[in-house]
């Protein structure tokens, strides 16, 4: 077990709408990173949240977003939501976001988006 | 656009064989390479992070490789137990990456254990 949590589990929503996906980080740990894995393909990176700022980004639209908060857990949230976004959301806690240093990583959120 | 290739996408061993499989991934500009267990309804957890060419490592019945001259890694599974049964991913972290912990993962291989 990480110490990584995600909230909800799973969710449904509709085209359009807008959804917030919640981590909380492994204790001591100040980088949270946000990955996408749809169906059939391996996670892709979203973004990293470092000190409750973006610290990098992947090639997701700015309808993803995110914040970090002073706890260091952070949340997700997707704006005018599509079909493609149906995937698994994972959350990863990292110290420092060294690329040496290993992820912890959350059981992820599953997304439907009908 | 970086590309993390993993083979095979899928295997059945029996109970006690060894099996390996592959990651391949940029031999320009490598500077590591990660190595993740992902059993169902649990989340990916951390086997090794590998940045020295040349370099083994191992964690019980499981070790890994690097060739980063010719951009691949295997996984070594000795004596495959039921509960190997997962799916390994392998992620790349490029120099050019920056701050961020921008990994590319690969699409993993599942493995099936059969008692």
């Keep these: 077990e990480t110490g990584v949590t995600q909230s ?3 969710l449904i929503k509709t085209r359009g709408q807008q959804v ?3 981590c909380s980080s ?3 740990h100040n980088t949270v990173s946000w990955y996408q894995q749809a169906l059939g393909q391996g996670p892709q990176f979203i973004f990293q949240y470092y ?3 973006e610290n990098g980004r992947g090639n997701f639209p700015p309808r993803f977003s995110g914040l970090q908060f002073p ?3 952070s949340e997700l949230n997707v704006n005018a939501l599509e079909l493609d976004d149906s995937a698994l959301y994972l959350c990863a ?3 420092g976001g060294r690329p040496t240093g290993e992820l912890f990583f959350g059981e992820g959120s599953r997304l439907t988006v009908l | 656009i970086l590309n993390v290739e993993q083979s095979p996408q899928s295997l059945h061993v029996q109970e006690g064989d060894s099996t390996n499989f592959t990651c ?4 320009s500009n490598f500077y590591a ?3 993740y267990r992902w059993e169902t309804a649990k989340s990916p957890e951390a086997l090794f992070v590998m940045t020295l060419n040349g370099d083994e490592k191992k964690k019980g019945r499981i070790s890994a490789t690097l060739n980063t001259k010719e951009g691949y890694s295997y996984l070594y599974i000795k004596g495959s137990q039921p509960e190997d049964s997962a799916t390994y991913l392998c992620a790349f972290f490029p120099i050019s990456g920056g701050s961020n912990y921008k990994l590319t993962f690969g699409k993993g291989t599942l493995l099936t254990v059969n008692p």
């Design chain 1, 8 to 10: 909800p589990t799973h």
């Design chain 1, 20 to 22: 917030t996906l919640r």
């Design chain 1, 26 to 28: 492994q204790s001591g």
């Design chain 1, 51 to 53: 000190r409750e700022e």
């Design chain 1, 71 to 73: 706890n260091y857990s």
């Design chain 1, 93 to 95: 806690s990292s110290l």
């Design chain 2, 24 to 27: 391949s991934f940029p031999s």
């Design chain 2, 33 to 35: 390479l990660h190595w």
